[in-house]
């Protein structure tokens, strides 16, 4: 009764992850990230905030054209221009004019200023590459991990296949009588921690689908299984790059460091921007227009009507120069350059903190990736030691040649030899694209199939 318990419990995880499973490849699960992630949205709308405010600063060098237009009425002394006096009465009056106005200096204010929002572009440009970068590393992780599960699970159950066939082997010899019964208890306790290993597996694998669901942001309940990326670890070219090499691509690439070094030249276009203010501005200005005006109760001799006043008679055109000269306006001018300063070396600091960093992070993913490697060999060395050493106890075991312990001890070794090849693999793959992801060359077209 309890052995049917725990094959049901065992059995169970299989009945929900192996209902019409949809095979997710890497390249398919970074591509469904990209889409979904919030984050990367939201850098991308804030990209056309920013391009939006680029047009803006360009817009604001060329001529401000307006139309003005006044209908009014006043009752009481006003100047009546037809008359040339003042009048008491009611007096009704409008005006209207094109007028325009071109900035001719201004202490290069605009231009800086569309220089600022132009490096802005540039900046959001590279973070949203680097927020690229962050997802398809984040997939990695957790996508090699589901694979890392699917093979430890993979190698738990050839492992309970293995201990099932070998228990039943043992029974028939014990109950022919070649073989003692304690082996075959010993034998059910090899297989019934085969199973636990089993379900183990199953549950780690199904909390770290449940994960990488998260990550790209999918529904959790989702049922899908991760296929293996064909890539060779053999066929890894990065490892042949010398570390000052890596610092040279991570200095041409590294989009958050590209992204500081734009903010910082945003910053140093606000401060020149600032110290416009002083400067003298000098304008030009043109007004093409008309008025009417007519005093209630003017006799039809004398008075004018609307269309010759303002189409014919009042016509005027209004143009010349305009200079501002600050003298004393406060310190508000001073207050946002000493703003505008700070902002600029906090910028050119934070540009040489985040280039040490970067440095620091090439110097860790590159170890990281060399350690990988001898670690993937060593473990490989390993393996095949271990799957000869299982075969010929496993041989010998069966020919009474050998005790259960030491046959118990070789599938031990073999089946930790096997689940550390399995992570050692995985684990070179990820370092792989963490060291892409540290020189900044990690792409979603250079990505595993």
């Known amino acids: 009764m309890i052995k049917l318990a725990c094959i049901i419990i065992v059995l169970l995880p299989i009945v929900t992850f192996g209902q019409d499973d949809r095979v997710l490849t890497f390249s398919d699960a970074v591509e469904i990230a990209l889409e979904n992630n919030i984050s990367l949205k939201q850098t991308q709308n804030e990209l056309k905030a920013n391009q939006m405010q680029k047009y803006s600063s360009l817009a604001d060098m060329a001529p401000r054209i307006w139309l003005r237009g006044v209908v009014r009425r006043t009752d009481g002394n006003s100047f009546n221009q037809q008359e040339g006096r003042v009048v008491n009465g009611v007096l009704d009056f409008a005006d209207g004019s094109v007028e325009a106005q071109m900035p001719l200096f201004d202490g290069f204010n605009r231009l800086n200023a569309y220089k600022q929002s132009n490096a802005q572009v540039e900046s959001q440009a590279y973070a949203i590459k680097r927020t690229q970068q962050d997802v398809i590393r984040d997939v990695a992780n957790q996508y090699l991990q589901c694979l890392l599960d699917q093979e430890f699970l993979a190698i738990n159950e050839q492992n309970l296949a293995t201990q099932q066939r070998q228990l039943e082997q043992l029974a028939g010899q014990v109950e022919a009588g070649s073989m003692a019964k304690v082996d075959q208890i010993n034998q059910e306790f090899q297989v019934k921690n085969a199973e636990l290993l089993v379900l183990r597996a199953k549950i780690t694998l199904r909390n770290d689908k449940a994960a990488l669901s998260e990550v790209l942001q999918i529904d959790p309940s989702s049922s899908f299984e991760v296929a293996t990326p064909n890539l060779n ?107 505008a300063r700070v902002n600029y070396q906090n910028a050119t600091l934070n540009t040489q903190n985040l280039d040490l960093t970067v440095k620091s992070d090439v110097l860790r993913a590159h170890q990281g990736f060399q350690d990988a490697m001898l670690n993937y060999q060593a473990s490989q060395a390993q393996l095949d030691a271990a799957s000869l050493s299982f075969s010929l106890q496993k041989e010998s075991f069966e020919l009474g040649a050998s005790d259960f312990v030491a046959y118990t001890l070789a599938n031990r070794d073999y089946l930790n030899a096997q689940s550390t090849f399995a992570q050692a693999k995985y684990t070179l793959m990820f370092q792989e694209v963490l060291l892409k992801y540290a020189i900044g060359t990690l792409n979603f077209d250079e990505l595993p199939k």
Do not use: C
């Open 233 to 339: 670890v053999n066929s890894i070219d990065i490892v042949n790059y010398e570390l000052e090499e890596l610092y040279a691509i991570a200095a041409d690439n590294r989009s958050d460091l590209l992204q500081t070094q734009k903010l910082e030249s945003v910053s140093k276009f606000a401060l020149k921007s600032s110290r416009g203010a002083y400067l003298p501005t000098l304008s030009a200005f043109f007004s093409y227009g008309s008025a009417y005006n007519q005093l209630v109760g003017t006799p039809d001799s004398v008075a004018r009507d609307f269309r010759q006043q303002f189409f014919t008679d009042n016509l005027a055109r209004t143009f010349g120069l305009s200079i501002r000269v600050p003298i004393f306006e406060g310190l508000g001018a001073r207050n946002q350059v000493v703003r």
